[in-house]
C-alpha cells in the first residue's frame, strides 16, 4: 500500500484565519473535551460605533482593480461594516468563473479549489464548507486575493449545477471568514474589530435560488477566537472557548450561550436542532426543549456527529490512548432517524470501521450513506487515509484510498449520489495541512469500483 500522509497527532495546529485546520500529517484536537470555562461575552450593543462604521470610505469602497472582484456593477457595499469594507455580489447572471470538473477515475469528478488565474492555487482549510439539503449539496468557499486590498470573497454554490446562489467579500485584512465550519453552507459569518474587541457578523441566506436575498445580522461582541461555526433554520452560531454561542434572529444584540462548557468543535445544525460530540455524549439544543445529553456512549468516545433532513449518525472509539493522543483501538458508528429528545431515539450499532485506529473528526450522512476519513499504519513509519463510507440500511463499509500524490483532508458532505471530499498534496509543503487544492466528487453507485480505481 502506498504511503500516505498520516501520523498520530502530537499538537493542534492553529494558525491565522485557520483555527480549526485540518491535517493529514496531524488530525485536529477536535473532540477534547476543554477544561476551561466559556470565554466572557460583553452584551453592549455599540460595538458597530466603537469599532468604527467611519472607515466604510477607507477600506476598498472606491477600489478597482479591474476585474470581477470589484466591478461596481456586481459589487455593492453592506450597509454598518465595521471597517470591514464589507460588499455584497449580484450574481445574476453569475459574474463568478465556473467550476469545471475533469474525471479522475470510474464515478471520481475532481476541480481546483480555487478559480483559475487567481495568484494562488489553494483554498484555507477553514475557508470552505458544505452540507446537504434536500439531496442536493451545497457548497461555501472563500478565495483569497492578495492586491491593494486583501480581496476575500465567499460565494455559495449548488455543487451538481454550480449555480451560484450569493456572494460576500471583506476587503480589509484585519477581517475576515471566522472558524471552520462542519456545515454553515448557507451561511456567511465574518469577523472584524481587534483581538481586544471581536465582533462576529452573520449573513443568512432566504433561500437556495440564486440571487436569493442575504439578511445581516448585526455585529455581535464576542469574547474569544471561534474555532467552528455553524447555521441551523434559526440562524448562525460558534464554538469557542469551550462553549457554544448562536444568534437566533438578526435582531440580536448579543450572542446566546447554548451550552457553557463542551466541545468547541463539530457541530452541526439542521432544521432546529443543533448537536455536537462532547467526551461520552451527544449533546443537543432546541429552543423548544433547550441543552440535552441525547445519548451517552456506555463505554468509549463520541469523536464525530452529523446530521441529514431524516438521520442522526455519530462514531464511537475506544482504547486507552483515546482521547489523549487521538489514536484508538476500535471505531463503531452508530444512527438514528432524527430526534430532538433521549426518549425519541432508535438506535442502531452499525459496523466497524476496521481497520481504523485514527481520525474520524469529520462524519458527514446524507441519504442512506455517511461516510468519514479514517486512519490506519501499515508499516511502523507508514499510514494510510482512506474514506470510510458506510450504508446504513445494509452496513456494508467501503473504503476509497487516497489518490496518487493526494492526501484527503475530509468529507465535506454526503448525498444520496454523491460523496463530496477535499484533497491536500501529498507530499506537500509542511503547512500541507492548512491548505485544500482540490475537490472531489465520488459517486456512491460507483464505490465498488472506487476502493480499487487507482
Known sequence: MRRSAWVPLSTLLVVAGCARCSSSESPPAAHADAATDAPHVDASPDVDAS????????????????????????????????????????????????????????????????????????????????????GEIFLRVQHDVPTKWMLRTSVISRLESGEVLAGA??????????????DASLVFIFRGGTKQQ?????????????????????????GGIPGSTFGWDEGWGVGSGSAIFASTSPTDTKLQVLDSKTNEFEITGRGKLVVWGTGKAVKSYTSAGGLKYLWTAPQGYVASV??????LVWVVVEGPEYP????????????SPLATDPSELTVTEGPLLSPATGAFYDTRTGGDFAASKGCY???PNEGVCPIFVVQLSTGKVWRIPPRPGSAYQEVMAVAQTTILVSESDWPGTPSEGQHIRRFVRFATADLDALETAW
Request: with cysteine; charged share 15%.
Open 377 to 379: 499504519e501499515t508499516a
Open 306 to 311: 452529523s446530521l441529514s433532513d431524516t438521520k
Open 198 to 222: 471581536l465582533a462576529l457578523r452573520g449573513g443568512v441566506l432566504e433561500g437556495t435560488t440564486p440571487g436569493t436575498a442575504v439578511t445581516w445580522g448585526s455585529w455581535l461582541p464576542h
Open 324 to 335: 489523549s493522543k487521538y489514536s484508538f483501538e476500535t471505531a463503531r458508528l452508530y444512527w
Open 51 to 134: 469599532i468604527g462604521d467611519a472607515a466604510e470610505d477607507v477600506y476598498g469602497v472606491d477600489y478597482d482593480d479591474g476585474t470581477f472582484l470589484t466591478d461596481k456593477t456586481i459589487w455593492s457595499p453592506v450597509p454598518n461594516d465595521n471597517g470591514c469594507g464589507l460588499f455584497q455580489a449580484k450574481v445574476v447572471p453569475n459574474p463568478f468563473p465556473v467550476t469545471v470538473w475533469g474525471p479522475c477515475g470510474p464515478g471520481c469528478l475532481v476541480a481546483p479549489a480555487i478559480w483559475p488565474g487567481l495568484p494562488k492555487d489553494d483554498v484555507i482549510v477553514s475557508g470552505a464548507t458544505a452540507g446537504e439539503r434536500g
Open 169 to 182: 467579500q471583506v476587503r480589509n485584512s484585519s477581517c475576515g471568514n471566522m472558524g471552520w465550519a462542519n
